[in-house]
Protein backbone atom coordinates (compact mmCIF):
# COMPACT_ATOMS: atom_id res chain seq x y z
CA UNK A 1 0.00 0.00 0.00
CA UNK A 2 1.18 3.89 -0.62
CA UNK A 3 1.94 6.02 1.78
CA UNK A 4 -1.10 8.06 3.38
CA UNK A 5 -0.53 11.31 1.97
CA UNK A 6 0.09 9.81 -1.78
CA UNK A 7 -3.41 8.27 -0.88
CA UNK A 8 -5.14 11.75 -0.56
CA UNK A 9 -3.30 12.47 -4.07
CA UNK A 10 -5.44 10.18 -5.55
CA UNK A 11 -8.70 11.07 -3.65
CA UNK A 12 -8.44 14.64 -5.61
CA UNK A 13 -10.91 14.49 -8.12
CA UNK A 14 -12.23 11.47 -7.47
CA UNK A 15 -15.74 10.40 -7.68
CA UNK A 16 -17.25 7.39 -5.55
CA UNK A 17 -20.34 5.33 -5.10
CA UNK A 18 -19.86 5.94 -1.27
CA UNK A 19 -17.90 8.29 0.67
CA UNK A 20 -17.45 6.53 4.62
CA UNK A 21 -16.66 9.21 7.09
CA UNK A 22 -14.72 7.17 10.66
CA UNK A 23 -12.61 4.58 10.09
CA UNK A 24 -13.27 2.93 13.45
CA UNK A 25 -15.17 -0.73 13.36
CA UNK A 26 -18.17 0.47 12.14
CA UNK A 27 -16.72 2.32 8.94
CA UNK A 28 -14.03 -0.54 8.51
CA UNK A 29 -16.55 -2.81 8.10
CA UNK A 30 -19.09 -1.01 6.01
CA UNK A 31 -16.00 -0.28 3.63
CA UNK A 32 -15.02 -3.93 3.34
CA UNK A 33 -18.84 -5.23 2.91
CA UNK A 34 -19.52 -2.76 -0.16
CA UNK A 35 -16.34 -2.78 -1.80
CA UNK A 36 -16.24 -6.30 -1.76
CA UNK A 37 -19.85 -6.04 -3.67
CA UNK A 38 -18.56 -4.09 -6.49
CA UNK A 39 -19.47 -0.75 -4.78
CA UNK A 40 -16.61 1.76 -5.60
CA UNK A 41 -15.94 3.56 -1.92
CA UNK A 42 -13.66 5.92 -0.29
CA UNK A 43 -13.12 6.00 3.85
CA UNK A 44 -11.43 8.86 5.37
CA UNK A 45 -10.48 8.92 9.02
CA UNK A 46 -9.32 12.39 10.83
CA UNK A 47 -7.19 10.38 13.05
CA UNK A 48 -5.22 6.66 12.71
CA UNK A 49 -8.33 3.62 11.84
CA UNK A 50 -9.68 2.76 14.81
CA UNK A 51 -8.05 5.40 16.90
CA UNK A 52 -11.11 5.87 19.05
CA UNK A 53 -13.85 4.36 20.75
CA UNK A 54 -12.72 0.99 18.34
CA UNK A 55 -9.48 0.89 20.15
CA UNK A 56 -10.96 1.18 23.73
CA UNK A 57 -13.04 -2.08 23.94
CA UNK A 58 -12.39 -5.13 26.50
CA UNK A 59 -11.27 -7.12 23.56
CA UNK A 60 -14.05 -9.27 24.07
CA UNK A 61 -16.15 -10.96 21.20
CA UNK A 62 -19.30 -11.57 23.09
CA UNK A 63 -22.91 -12.35 23.47
CA UNK A 64 -24.28 -9.69 25.87
CA UNK A 65 -24.82 -12.02 29.01
CA UNK A 66 -25.45 -9.04 30.87
CA UNK A 67 -28.01 -7.43 28.54
CA UNK A 68 -30.73 -10.76 29.36
CA UNK A 69 -31.36 -8.40 33.33
CA UNK A 70 -32.89 -6.35 31.22
CA UNK A 71 -35.09 -9.12 29.03
CA UNK A 72 -33.30 -8.17 25.83
CA UNK A 73 -33.50 -11.60 24.43
CA UNK A 74 -33.10 -11.10 20.40
CA UNK A 75 -30.39 -8.78 20.98
CA UNK A 76 -28.37 -11.67 23.20
CA UNK A 77 -29.88 -14.31 20.28
CA UNK A 78 -28.48 -11.68 17.64
CA UNK A 79 -25.20 -11.68 19.48
CA UNK A 80 -24.12 -14.61 20.58
CA UNK A 81 -24.61 -16.21 16.64
CA UNK A 82 -22.80 -13.08 15.60
CA UNK A 83 -19.90 -13.88 17.78
CA UNK A 84 -20.05 -17.91 16.40
CA UNK A 85 -20.10 -16.35 13.15
CA UNK A 86 -16.66 -14.57 13.72
CA UNK A 87 -15.25 -17.61 15.60
CA UNK A 88 -15.73 -19.37 12.17
CA UNK A 89 -14.59 -16.88 10.28
CA UNK A 90 -11.42 -16.18 11.96
CA UNK A 91 -9.94 -19.21 13.87
CA UNK A 92 -6.60 -17.60 14.68
CA UNK A 93 -7.61 -14.51 15.55
CA UNK A 94 -10.82 -15.10 17.40
CA UNK A 95 -10.84 -17.82 20.60
CA UNK A 96 -13.18 -19.29 22.79
CA UNK A 97 -12.63 -17.82 25.84
CA UNK A 98 -14.55 -19.69 29.20
CA UNK A 99 -15.73 -16.73 31.60
CA UNK A 100 -15.61 -17.65 35.56
CA UNK A 101 -18.49 -15.11 37.18
CA UNK A 102 -17.98 -15.11 41.21
CA UNK A 103 -21.72 -14.45 42.53
CA UNK A 104 -21.35 -13.14 46.09
CA UNK A 105 -22.87 -10.56 48.05
CA UNK A 106 -22.95 -7.80 45.44
CA UNK A 107 -24.38 -9.71 42.79
CA UNK A 108 -28.07 -8.71 41.63
CA UNK A 109 -29.28 -12.08 41.56
CA UNK A 110 -29.18 -15.09 43.32
CA UNK A 111 -26.88 -18.09 42.04
CA UNK A 112 -29.57 -20.28 40.85
CA UNK A 113 -30.77 -17.74 38.69
CA UNK A 114 -27.63 -17.42 37.05
CA UNK A 115 -26.88 -20.51 36.52
CA UNK A 116 -30.53 -20.80 34.99
CA UNK A 117 -29.10 -17.53 32.93
CA UNK A 118 -25.92 -18.86 31.81
CA UNK A 119 -28.26 -22.39 30.23
CA UNK A 120 -30.35 -19.88 28.43
CA UNK A 121 -27.19 -17.74 26.89
CA UNK A 122 -26.22 -21.33 25.68
CA UNK A 123 -29.21 -22.07 24.32
CA UNK A 124 -29.68 -18.88 22.79
CA UNK A 125 -26.06 -18.82 20.70
CA UNK A 126 -27.26 -22.10 19.68
CA UNK A 127 -25.44 -24.41 21.74
CA UNK A 128 -22.28 -23.52 19.62
CA UNK A 129 -19.74 -23.39 22.88
CA UNK A 130 -18.93 -25.32 25.49
CA UNK A 131 -21.74 -25.95 28.10
CA UNK A 132 -21.79 -23.77 31.18
CA UNK A 133 -21.65 -25.36 34.21
CA UNK A 134 -21.95 -24.61 38.23
CA UNK A 135 -19.87 -24.85 40.90
CA UNK A 136 -20.12 -24.42 44.42
CA UNK A 137 -18.04 -22.02 46.80
CA UNK A 138 -15.66 -24.94 48.14
CA UNK A 139 -14.75 -25.86 44.00
CA UNK A 140 -14.03 -22.50 43.25
CA UNK A 141 -10.69 -22.30 44.31
CA UNK A 142 -10.35 -25.64 42.32
CA UNK A 143 -10.83 -24.24 39.25
CA UNK A 144 -9.05 -20.88 39.93
CA UNK A 145 -6.96 -20.40 43.22
CA UNK A 146 -6.27 -16.52 42.45
CA UNK A 147 -10.15 -15.96 43.69
CA UNK A 148 -11.19 -14.96 47.35
CA UNK A 149 -14.13 -18.06 47.47
CA UNK A 150 -14.29 -17.13 51.34
CA UNK A 151 -17.52 -14.61 50.58
CA UNK A 152 -18.85 -16.20 47.30
CA UNK A 153 -22.26 -18.00 47.33
CA UNK A 154 -21.31 -20.20 44.28
CA UNK A 155 -20.03 -19.36 40.45
CA UNK A 156 -20.81 -19.75 37.25
CA UNK A 157 -18.54 -20.84 34.15
CA UNK A 158 -20.00 -20.38 30.75
CA UNK A 159 -17.98 -19.70 27.52
CA UNK A 160 -17.64 -16.17 25.11
CA UNK A 161 -15.04 -15.11 22.69
CA UNK A 162 -11.72 -12.74 22.74
CA UNK A 163 -9.66 -11.76 20.35
CA UNK A 164 -6.01 -12.88 20.83
CA UNK A 165 -4.57 -9.31 19.46
CA UNK A 166 -6.01 -6.04 19.97
CA UNK A 167 -9.17 -4.34 18.57
CA UNK A 168 -7.68 -1.97 16.29
CA UNK A 169 -5.70 -4.49 14.70
CA UNK A 170 -9.30 -6.28 14.00
CA UNK A 171 -10.18 -3.01 12.46
CA UNK A 172 -7.57 -2.56 10.49
CA UNK A 173 -7.92 -6.09 8.84
CA UNK A 174 -11.34 -4.64 7.73
CA UNK A 175 -9.41 -1.67 5.95
CA UNK A 176 -6.74 -3.58 4.75
CA UNK A 177 -9.32 -6.10 2.55
CA UNK A 178 -11.30 -3.01 1.43
CA UNK A 179 -8.27 -1.53 0.23
CA UNK A 180 -6.92 -5.14 -1.53
CA UNK A 181 -10.33 -5.06 -3.25
CA UNK A 182 -10.38 -1.23 -4.55
CA UNK A 183 -11.37 1.33 -1.78
CA UNK A 184 -9.55 4.55 -1.31
CA UNK A 185 -8.99 4.79 2.30
CA UNK A 186 -6.73 7.62 4.04
CA UNK A 187 -6.25 8.36 7.99
CA UNK A 188 -5.54 11.63 9.20
CA UNK A 189 -7.31 13.13 6.66
CA UNK A 190 -10.66 15.18 7.94
CA UNK A 191 -13.85 16.10 6.07
CA UNK A 192 -13.78 19.74 6.19
CA UNK A 193 -16.88 20.88 4.32
CA UNK A 194 -19.42 18.81 1.97
CA UNK A 195 -22.29 20.12 -0.38
CA UNK A 196 -25.56 18.50 -2.11
CA UNK A 197 -26.68 18.64 -5.20
CA UNK A 198 -28.81 16.72 -7.88
CA UNK A 199 -26.19 14.70 -8.51
CA UNK A 200 -25.25 14.00 -5.05
CA UNK A 201 -22.20 15.19 -2.78
CA UNK A 202 -19.04 17.22 -3.48
CA UNK A 203 -16.81 17.10 -0.18
CA UNK A 204 -13.57 18.40 0.85
CA UNK A 205 -11.00 16.70 2.74
CA UNK A 206 -7.91 17.77 4.28
CA UNK A 207 -4.59 16.54 5.54
CA UNK A 208 -4.55 16.43 9.35
CA UNK A 209 -1.03 14.71 9.82
CA UNK A 210 0.76 16.03 12.50
CA UNK A 211 3.81 16.03 10.24
CA UNK A 212 1.03 16.52 6.96
CA UNK A 213 1.34 19.34 4.30
CA UNK A 214 -2.21 20.40 5.04
CA UNK A 215 -3.11 19.82 1.87
CA UNK A 216 -7.03 19.71 0.70
CA UNK A 217 -8.88 17.39 -1.92
CA UNK A 218 -12.13 17.42 -3.87
CA UNK A 219 -14.47 14.57 -4.09
CA UNK A 220 -17.82 13.84 -5.40
CA UNK A 221 -19.88 10.84 -4.22
CA UNK A 222 -23.46 9.85 -4.73
CA UNK A 223 -23.65 8.93 -0.75
CA UNK A 224 -22.10 9.11 2.28
CA UNK A 225 -22.06 6.85 5.32
CA UNK A 226 -21.55 8.70 8.35
CA UNK A 227 -19.64 6.10 10.71
CA UNK A 228 -18.20 8.37 13.16
CA UNK A 229 -19.36 6.92 15.84
CA UNK A 230 -19.62 9.15 19.02
CA UNK A 231 -19.52 12.19 16.81
CA UNK A 232 -22.30 10.64 14.59
CA UNK A 233 -25.42 13.57 15.42
CA UNK A 234 -22.69 16.55 14.91
CA UNK A 235 -21.58 15.26 11.25
CA UNK A 236 -25.40 14.48 10.56
CA UNK A 237 -25.85 18.11 11.50
CA UNK A 238 -23.47 19.77 9.53
CA UNK A 239 -24.66 17.36 6.63
CA UNK A 240 -28.08 18.79 7.39
CA UNK A 241 -29.65 15.56 8.14
CA UNK A 242 -32.46 15.79 10.93
CA UNK A 243 -31.70 12.18 12.72
CA UNK A 244 -33.97 9.45 14.34
CA UNK A 245 -31.19 8.86 16.86
CA UNK A 246 -28.71 10.60 19.02
CA UNK A 247 -25.82 9.32 21.00
CA UNK A 248 -25.54 9.68 24.65
CA UNK A 249 -21.88 8.76 26.34
CA UNK A 250 -21.34 6.11 29.04
CA UNK A 251 -17.11 5.78 30.14
CA UNK A 252 -15.79 3.06 30.76
CA UNK A 253 -11.69 2.70 31.96
CA UNK A 254 -9.11 0.00 31.91
CA UNK A 255 -6.11 -0.91 33.62
CA UNK A 256 -3.29 -3.36 32.61
CA UNK A 257 -1.38 -5.01 34.88
CA UNK A 258 1.23 -8.15 35.57
CA UNK A 259 -0.48 -11.35 35.10
CA UNK A 260 -2.32 -11.89 38.08
CA UNK A 261 -3.41 -15.60 36.75
CA UNK A 262 -1.67 -17.73 34.30
CA UNK A 263 -5.16 -19.65 33.30
CA UNK A 264 -6.48 -18.16 30.43
CA UNK A 265 -9.93 -17.40 31.10
CA UNK A 266 -12.05 -14.23 32.24
CA UNK A 267 -13.19 -13.36 35.49
CA UNK A 268 -16.20 -12.25 36.18
CA UNK A 269 -17.58 -9.80 39.58
CA UNK A 270 -20.30 -7.59 40.75
CA UNK A 271 -18.80 -4.35 41.91
CA UNK A 272 -20.26 -2.91 44.90
CA UNK A 273 -22.49 -0.91 42.58
CA UNK A 274 -23.19 -4.69 41.06
CA UNK A 275 -22.28 -3.67 37.28
CA UNK A 276 -20.50 -6.99 35.89
CA UNK A 277 -16.28 -5.84 36.07
CA UNK A 278 -13.64 -8.44 34.63
CA UNK A 279 -10.13 -9.48 34.47
CA UNK A 280 -9.16 -10.57 30.82
CA UNK A 281 -6.36 -11.95 29.92
CA UNK A 282 -3.96 -10.28 27.21
CA UNK A 283 -0.96 -12.39 26.52
CA UNK A 284 1.23 -12.31 29.78
CA UNK A 285 -1.00 -9.31 31.02
CA UNK A 286 -3.92 -8.83 33.20
CA UNK A 287 -7.12 -6.05 32.06
CA UNK A 288 -9.48 -4.96 34.76
CA UNK A 289 -12.34 -3.26 33.74
CA UNK A 290 -14.82 -2.25 33.14
CA UNK A 291 -16.12 1.44 34.44
CA UNK A 292 -19.44 2.67 33.51
CA UNK A 293 -19.67 6.38 34.11
CA UNK A 294 -22.06 8.90 32.88
CA UNK A 295 -20.47 11.62 30.71
CA UNK A 296 -20.76 14.39 28.06
CA UNK A 297 -17.56 14.81 27.04
CA UNK A 298 -16.35 11.79 24.80
CA UNK A 299 -12.81 13.10 25.45
CA UNK A 300 -13.04 13.11 28.88
CA UNK A 301 -9.75 10.80 30.10
CA UNK A 302 -9.30 8.88 33.24
CA UNK A 303 -9.06 10.02 36.54
CA UNK A 304 -7.78 8.94 40.25
CA UNK A 305 -11.49 8.06 41.17
CA UNK A 306 -12.05 5.55 38.09
CA UNK A 307 -8.69 4.03 38.83
CA UNK A 308 -8.67 3.86 42.36
CA UNK A 309 -12.14 2.11 42.25
CA UNK A 310 -11.26 -0.38 40.03
CA UNK A 311 -8.41 -1.33 41.78
CA UNK A 312 -10.51 -1.10 45.14
CA UNK A 313 -12.67 -3.43 43.80
CA UNK A 314 -10.54 -6.10 42.33
CA UNK A 315 -8.22 -6.52 45.46
CA UNK A 316 -11.05 -7.27 47.04
CA UNK A 317 -12.36 -10.11 45.47
CA UNK A 318 -8.27 -11.99 44.39
CA UNK A 319 -6.29 -13.82 46.96
CA UNK A 320 -3.00 -11.93 45.86
CA UNK A 321 0.46 -11.55 47.95
CA UNK A 322 0.23 -8.11 47.41
CA UNK A 323 -2.86 -5.71 46.99
CA UNK A 324 -2.56 -4.34 43.31
CA UNK A 325 -1.44 -0.29 43.78
CA UNK A 326 -0.90 2.44 40.67
CA UNK A 327 2.21 1.49 40.93
CA UNK A 328 1.57 -1.84 39.40
CA UNK A 329 -0.27 -0.41 36.46
CA UNK A 330 1.47 -0.75 33.21
CA UNK A 331 -0.96 0.84 30.77
CA UNK A 332 -4.74 2.23 30.70
CA UNK A 333 -7.04 2.90 28.19
CA UNK A 334 -10.66 5.05 28.87
CA UNK A 335 -13.16 5.65 26.12
CA UNK A 336 -16.89 6.26 25.51
CA UNK A 337 -19.46 3.68 24.73
CA UNK A 338 -22.09 5.97 22.24
CA UNK A 339 -25.39 4.82 23.36
CA UNK A 340 -28.49 5.11 21.58
CA UNK A 341 -31.28 6.75 22.21
CA UNK A 342 -34.10 7.99 20.63
CA UNK A 343 -33.63 11.62 18.97
CA UNK A 344 -36.70 13.15 21.10
CA UNK A 345 -35.37 12.53 24.44
CA UNK A 346 -33.84 15.47 25.87
CA UNK A 347 -33.57 15.31 29.14
CA UNK A 348 -30.62 13.16 30.53
CA UNK A 349 -32.40 12.56 33.74
CA UNK A 350 -34.91 10.25 31.58
CA UNK A 351 -32.14 8.19 30.28
CA UNK A 352 -30.86 5.42 32.53
CA UNK A 353 -27.63 4.93 30.24
CA UNK A 354 -27.03 1.66 33.06
CA UNK A 355 -29.81 0.29 31.28
CA UNK A 356 -29.05 1.02 27.96
CA UNK A 357 -27.05 -2.21 25.95
CA UNK A 358 -25.04 -1.56 23.00
CA UNK A 359 -27.08 -2.46 19.91
CA UNK A 360 -27.11 -0.12 16.60
CA UNK A 361 -29.49 1.90 14.73
CA UNK A 362 -29.18 2.72 11.18
CA UNK A 363 -31.27 5.90 10.07
CA UNK A 364 -31.22 6.33 6.59
CA UNK A 365 -31.86 10.23 4.56
CA UNK A 366 -33.32 8.99 1.17
CA UNK A 367 -33.82 12.50 0.53
CA UNK A 368 -30.13 13.41 1.04
CA UNK A 369 -28.28 10.69 0.39
CA UNK A 370 -27.10 10.13 3.55
CA UNK A 371 -26.98 6.56 5.89
CA UNK A 372 -25.62 6.88 9.85
CA UNK A 373 -25.10 4.70 11.83
CA UNK A 374 -25.99 4.55 15.60
CA UNK A 375 -24.01 2.91 18.21
CA UNK A 376 -23.28 -0.47 18.17
CA UNK A 377 -20.21 -2.83 19.34
CA UNK A 378 -17.04 -5.22 17.69
CA UNK A 379 -19.51 -8.38 17.92
CA UNK A 380 -22.30 -6.87 16.23
CA UNK A 381 -19.56 -5.36 12.85
CA UNK A 382 -20.68 -8.29 10.59
CA UNK A 383 -24.38 -7.69 11.36
CA UNK A 384 -23.64 -3.77 10.19
CA UNK A 385 -21.20 -4.81 6.68
CA UNK A 386 -24.13 -6.38 6.10
CA UNK A 387 -27.35 -4.30 6.90
CA UNK A 388 -24.67 -0.92 5.00
CA UNK A 389 -25.07 -2.73 1.81
CA UNK A 390 -28.99 -3.19 2.18
CA UNK A 391 -29.36 0.50 2.62
CA UNK A 392 -26.76 1.57 0.33
CA UNK A 393 -28.70 -0.33 -2.00
CA UNK A 394 -31.99 1.31 -1.08
CA UNK A 395 -30.90 4.86 -2.49
CA UNK A 396 -30.71 3.00 -5.90
CA UNK A 397 -27.08 2.51 -5.51
CA UNK A 398 -25.74 -0.63 -7.88
CA UNK A 399 -24.68 -3.40 -4.95
CA UNK A 400 -23.75 -6.93 -6.33
CA UNK A 401 -24.00 -10.25 -4.16
CA UNK A 402 -21.23 -10.61 -1.67
CA UNK A 403 -18.37 -13.39 -3.07
CA UNK A 404 -18.14 -16.53 -1.88
CA UNK A 405 -15.43 -18.20 -0.19
CA UNK A 406 -11.54 -17.04 -1.63
CA UNK A 407 -8.06 -17.86 -1.35
CA UNK A 408 -8.00 -14.53 1.14
CA UNK A 409 -11.15 -14.73 2.95
CA UNK A 410 -13.35 -17.48 4.55
CA UNK A 411 -16.23 -15.71 4.51
CA UNK A 412 -16.27 -13.70 0.98
CA UNK A 413 -15.92 -10.07 2.21
CA UNK A 414 -14.62 -10.77 5.63
CA UNK A 415 -12.96 -13.96 7.84
CA UNK A 416 -8.88 -15.09 7.56
CA UNK A 417 -7.74 -17.43 4.41
CA UNK A 418 -8.93 -20.52 4.44
CA UNK A 419 -7.34 -23.57 6.91
CA UNK A 420 -5.09 -24.80 4.18
CA UNK A 421 -3.41 -21.53 3.31
CA UNK A 422 -2.68 -21.42 7.03
CA UNK A 423 -1.33 -25.14 7.17
CA UNK A 424 0.67 -24.32 3.85
CA UNK A 425 2.37 -21.02 5.98
CA UNK A 426 2.89 -22.92 9.03
CA UNK A 427 4.44 -25.62 6.86
CA UNK A 428 6.91 -23.50 5.44
CA UNK A 429 7.72 -21.06 8.89
CA UNK A 430 8.43 -24.72 10.37
CA UNK A 431 11.27 -25.09 8.46
CA UNK A 432 12.61 -22.10 9.21
CA UNK A 433 12.85 -22.53 13.11
CA UNK A 434 9.43 -20.65 13.68
CA UNK A 435 7.99 -23.48 15.73
CA UNK A 436 9.12 -22.32 19.00
CA UNK A 437 7.10 -20.50 21.31
CA UNK A 438 7.03 -16.86 21.57
CA UNK A 439 8.39 -15.08 24.49
CA UNK A 440 4.52 -13.57 25.53
CA UNK A 441 1.89 -15.28 23.81
CA UNK A 442 -0.01 -18.28 24.98
CA UNK A 443 0.44 -19.53 21.67
CA UNK A 444 1.38 -22.99 20.21
CA UNK A 445 4.42 -21.03 17.89
CA UNK A 446 5.76 -17.70 16.45
CA UNK A 447 4.23 -19.00 13.45
CA UNK A 448 0.89 -18.67 14.24
CA UNK A 449 1.57 -15.56 15.95
CA UNK A 450 2.77 -14.58 12.42
CA UNK A 451 -0.23 -16.05 10.60
CA UNK A 452 -2.76 -14.41 13.11
CA UNK A 453 -1.26 -10.78 12.60
CA UNK A 454 -1.06 -10.78 8.70
CA UNK A 455 -2.67 -14.10 7.15
CA UNK A 456 -0.95 -14.63 3.40
CA UNK A 457 1.14 -11.53 3.60
CA UNK A 458 3.00 -13.19 6.26
CA UNK A 459 4.70 -15.14 3.59
CA UNK A 460 6.90 -12.33 2.87
CA UNK A 461 8.40 -12.18 6.58
CA UNK A 462 9.15 -15.71 6.07
CA UNK A 463 11.18 -14.22 3.17
CA UNK A 464 12.85 -12.29 5.10
CA UNK A 465 13.90 -14.90 7.00
CA UNK A 466 15.07 -17.12 4.81
CA UNK A 467 17.56 -13.93 3.13
CA UNK A 468 18.77 -12.83 6.93
CA UNK A 469 17.99 -15.62 9.71
CA UNK A 470 18.75 -13.01 12.16
CA UNK A 471 15.15 -11.11 11.05
CA UNK A 472 13.76 -13.87 13.31
CA UNK A 473 14.52 -12.16 16.51
CA UNK A 474 12.35 -10.31 18.38
CA UNK A 475 12.88 -6.02 17.45
CA UNK A 476 12.47 -5.00 20.92
CA UNK A 477 12.72 -7.24 24.15
CA UNK A 478 9.98 -8.68 25.80
CA UNK A 479 7.47 -8.73 22.35
CA UNK A 480 6.73 -10.78 19.99
CA UNK A 481 7.12 -8.48 17.29
CA UNK A 482 10.14 -10.15 14.65
CA UNK A 483 12.50 -7.83 12.70
CA UNK A 484 11.17 -9.45 9.56
CA UNK A 485 7.60 -7.60 10.23
CA UNK A 486 8.85 -4.03 10.06
CA UNK A 487 8.74 -4.34 6.57
CA UNK A 488 5.23 -5.53 6.41
CA UNK A 489 4.41 -2.90 8.84
CA UNK A 490 6.01 -0.13 6.72
CA UNK A 491 4.76 -0.69 3.21
CA UNK A 492 1.48 -2.08 3.83
CA UNK A 493 -0.25 -0.61 6.93
CA UNK A 494 -0.65 3.29 6.61
CA UNK A 495 1.37 4.10 9.65
CA UNK A 496 1.97 7.69 10.14
CA UNK A 497 2.82 8.21 13.77
CA UNK A 498 4.90 5.59 16.40
CA UNK A 499 1.80 5.57 18.51
CA UNK A 500 -0.02 3.69 15.08
CA UNK A 501 2.49 1.13 15.59
CA UNK A 502 2.87 0.61 19.49
CA UNK A 503 -1.21 0.96 20.16
CA UNK A 504 -3.03 -0.02 17.47
CA UNK A 505 -1.54 -2.07 14.53
CA UNK A 506 0.15 -4.04 17.80
CA UNK A 507 -0.50 -3.92 21.55
CA UNK A 508 2.70 -3.08 22.48
CA UNK A 509 1.53 -0.11 24.67
CA UNK A 510 -0.74 -1.68 26.07
CA UNK A 511 1.73 -4.55 27.71
CA UNK A 512 4.69 -1.83 28.60
CA UNK A 513 5.34 1.24 29.58
CA UNK A 514 5.50 3.96 26.94
CA UNK A 515 9.18 5.12 28.47
CA UNK A 516 10.50 1.54 28.58
CA UNK A 517 9.29 1.30 24.91
CA UNK A 518 11.11 4.28 23.94
CA UNK A 519 14.17 2.69 26.07
CA UNK A 520 14.45 0.11 24.27
CA UNK A 521 17.47 -0.28 22.40
CA UNK A 522 15.29 -1.46 18.77
CA UNK A 523 13.05 1.14 18.98
CA UNK A 524 15.73 3.05 16.83
CA UNK A 525 15.42 0.49 14.31
CA UNK A 526 11.41 0.33 14.36
CA UNK A 527 11.32 4.22 13.88
CA UNK A 528 14.20 4.38 11.00
CA UNK A 529 12.29 1.31 9.29
CA UNK A 530 8.60 2.78 9.45
CA UNK A 531 9.82 6.23 8.63
CA UNK A 532 8.28 7.94 12.47
CA UNK A 533 10.12 9.87 15.69
CA UNK A 534 9.82 8.88 18.85
CA UNK A 535 8.19 12.40 20.11
CA UNK A 536 5.05 11.24 17.57
CA UNK A 537 3.82 8.45 20.32
CA UNK A 538 1.21 10.24 22.74
Not at 188 to 213: C, F, M, N, Q
Amino acid sequence: MKPTRDDLNRLDGEHVDVLIVGGGINGAVTAASLTHRGVSVALVERGDFGSFTSQESSNLVWGGFKYLENYEVPLVRKLSRSRNRLLKAYPSVISELRFLATLDASSPFPSWLAALGTVGYWGLGTFATRPPRYLRPNAINKVEPVVNAETAGAAVEYSDAYLKDNDSRFVWSFISSAVNAGALASNYVELTGAKHGPSGWTATIEDRAVTGTGQTASITASAIVNATGPFANGLDSILGVKSQHRVVYSKGIHLVVPELTPNERVLAFFDDSQRLFFVIPMANRSVIGTTDTRTDDPFEPPNDQDRQFLLEQINARLNLDQPLTMDDVLAERSGVRPLVVDAGSTDHDEVDWTSLSRKHSIDVDTDRSVITIFGGKLTDCLNVGDELADAVENLEIKVGQPPKKSASHMGGWFGEPPADKRAEFLESAFTLGLDRPPEVEREESVAMVLWRRHGLDAHHALDAIRADPSQSRPILAGCDILRAELGLFAEREKIVTLCDFVRRRTKLAMMHRIDDLLADPGMAEVCTTLGVTPSSID
